[in-house]
């Protein structure tokens, strides 16, 4: 999945490494190959169970619907704001205060909305993996390691709460 694949015998980068589970939780498994934990995604592109492929299979008003007092929208909305936090906090060494219990709201949006939230989502998780590859030539550390296992369990997480609702809402 990565675009750092090991080269003449090399061991892959233990970056690399995660952020293959990274991506395959937001993006998806690779077409016709095998995954580490979600449902492979066909050679034709369906079965994609990735977060993104996810959500774009959603209305507006499916995202917004209230599942056991949260949305789809919400899950979405607080899942950006995660992945955009883990890089400002590793990054720019923004401690917060940070509104966790606030980024689910609005849990209602309108079709622009959604269109803009899925966008957001992208953009964050794309601001995770670049500065992620930022940082290959650094030595390992647990802050490193941490961070990056830490936002991979935290996607995983939304990604396995959103997949429940989306059953409970009866849209797959």
């Known amino acids: 999945m990565s ?6 015998g090399q061991p892959q980068h233990w ?5 293959d589970i990274l991506q395959e ?3 998806g498994g690779e077409l016709g190959q095998g995954t580490a934990f ?3 995604t066909a050679a034709d592109g369906s079965g994609n169970h990735g977060l993104l492929a996810t959500l ?16 789809v929208a919400g899950q979405a909305r ?14 720019d060494g923004d401690r917060g205060p940070f509104d966790w219990k606030g980024s689910f709201h609005p849990a209602e949006v309108s079709t ?12 964050a998780y794309d601001g995770v993996v670049a500065f ?14 941490g961070g990056l296992a830490g936002t991979i369990a935290h996607v995983a997480y939304h990604l396995g709460a959103i997949r429940q609702m989306v059953k409970a809402l009866g849209s797959g």
């Open 78 to 91: 607080h899942a950006a704001l995660h992945l955009e936090v883990v890089v400002r906090w590793e990054r």
């Open 112 to 123: 622009p909305e959604w269109v803009d939230l899925q966008a957001r989502v992208r953009q």
């Open 3 to 8: 675009d750092s694949q090991p080269q003449h």
């Open 38 to 40: 979600l449902d492979g």
């Open 15 to 19: 970056m690399d490494g995660l952020l």
């Open 56 to 71: 774009a299979a959603l209305s507006a008003e499916q995202a917004s619907r209230d599942v056991n007092g949260t949305s």
């Open 25 to 27: 939780a937001v993006e």
């Open 132 to 145: 992620a590859r930022t940082q290959t030539d650094f030595p390992v550390t647990g802050d490193a390691t």
